[in-house]
């Protein structure tokens, strides 16, 4: 939900920290995360990060703990639903990949939701079976013989009875990346089977940007929060992290300072961490501390939302930019010299490039929703 300037007439001022997350997820939801912004890289001048044979994996000691004890729970015949959110490129999908590397005795079935699938009826479910062998013709066979409205539940079946004769052997470990994207009858279908297993030794993760969260069924969320359920919310790396991170992409150690500022920059989103180190040349880290950039992918996600917004939102973004990450509107309005302030506010407010974080005493604040779209906007003003 996008904050209007009447909004704030109201006023009805959202927490900073659900505005921001939105907020930067509808910016960064176009960058189709890291293979997205590796694709941007191309012609543009980047240090070549030396690449070890295996790249650096930081932190997250507790959440792989929490999945390393959800399978020891299913092993044991207590079938688990983990969750696993977090923020686009917060490490979501290679914190999981690392979990299954490490067991290799399981049936793995996995499938991923896309943005652009999100409509085909059982698009996921089709995947989970094929990826264990089964033509999925067959789901889709189903659907000629049962009403529409038992599809979920047949195909729902289906898994349960498949889990049940893989699990005799070895567990079953079910993925669903992105499941923010996986079609609901997918979605149905899953929840129908999860709701039935009794001792089955099946762990189910369900992977989700948590800004998305809504476009899962609630019935998942009760499953994580119940006895059998876990939620594995990932937060960003902290300091620590992110010198070990970037220790660990070869890059020679940079001051306590600038590796502060790298983690406040991009809010410890190693998706972020990583690009920036990419694009930078090495001979830029020293004058970083005035200016750090924003990835290359994310700049220009940014500048195409600023050439959309009409010209006085654009000059009150331009100008709140030059005056720091918070400021208010009386005072970007002035700089920007733009008359009808809360006008051009509601054009940056709908272009999320802007939220709007207070009204009291009459006093609008305004700040960027991430530091990446400050850089971003910077970078356009002087390129
Ligand atoms: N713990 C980590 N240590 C080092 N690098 C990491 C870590 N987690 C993620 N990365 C790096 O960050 C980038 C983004 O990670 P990943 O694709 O797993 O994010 P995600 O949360 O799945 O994003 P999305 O929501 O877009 O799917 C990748 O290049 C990955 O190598
Ligand atoms: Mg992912």
């Known amino acids: 939900m996008t904050m209007t300037a009447s909004a704030i007439r109201c006023p009805v001022v959202r927490g900073r920290q659900s505005a921001a997350r939105s907020t ?5 939801g176009a960058v189709p995360g890291s293979t997205g912004l590796a694709a941007a890289h191309d012609g543009e001048p980047q240090l070549k990060i030396a690449r070890s044979s295996a790249e650096p994996f930081v932190g997250r000691e507790e ?52 943005q652009w699938e999100a409509l085909v009826p059982f698009g996921v479910a089709d995947q989970l079976f094929r990826t264990v062998g089964q033509a999925g013709t067959s789901v889709y066979a189903a659907r000629d013989n ?4 038992e599809e979920p539940v047949s195909v ?6 498949l889990w049940g004769e893989f699990e005799d052997d070895e567990p079953v470990i079910t993925v669903l990346d992105d499941a923010q994207w996986a079609d609901l009858d997918s979605l149905r279908a899953i929840l129908f089977a999860i709701r039935r297993v009794v001792a089955e030794r099946v762990l189910v993760l369900l992977v989700v940007r948590s800004e998305d969260m809504q476009r899962i069924p609630d019935g998942f969320r009760r499953l994580g929060d119940g006895p059998s359920g876990r939620i594995v919310e990932l937060e960003p790396l902290d300091v620590t992290e992110v010198q070990a991170l970037t220790e660990g992409l070869g890059v020679k150690a940079l001051p ?9 920059h991009t809010e410890g989103n190693p998706l972020y961490i990583r690009a920036i180190l990419e694009e930078t040349p090495e001979g830029d880290w020293s ?29 009150l973004v331009e100008a709140a930019a030059v005056l720091g990450l918070h400021t208010t509107l009386a005072t970007a309005a002035a700089v920007a010299g733009v008359s009808e302030s809360l006008t ?12 709007a974080v207070g009204s009291g005493d009459g006093v609008v604040g305004i700040e960027f929703p991430h530091p990446l779209i400050r850089a971003a906007v910077r970078q356009q003003l002087s390129p």
């Open 24 to 28: 930067v997820a509808s910016v960064t």
């Open 63 to 114: 959440a792989r703990a929490e999945l390393q004890s959800a399978l020891a729970a299913a092993r044991a015949g207590h079938p688990q639903v983990v969750i696993v959110e977090g923020q686009a490129g917060i490490g979501k999908t290679t914190l999981v990949q690392r979990f299954l590397d490490d067991h290799r005795d399981v049936h793995l079935q996995r499938a991923n939701g896309e």
């Open 146 to 149: 049962v009403l529409p409205v």
């Open 156 to 161: 729902g079946s289906r898994l349960l009875m």
């Open 256 to 264: 306590p300072s600038v590796v502060r500022l790298l983690q406040e």
């Open 287 to 315: 004058t970083w501390k005035s200016a750090l950039p924003a990835p290359a992918a994310f700049r220009r996600q940014v500048h195409r939302r600023l050439e959309a917004c009409p010209l006085p939102g654009r000059q």
């Open 344 to 355: 051009a506010l509601d054009w940056a407010l709908r272009s999320s490039l802007l939220a």
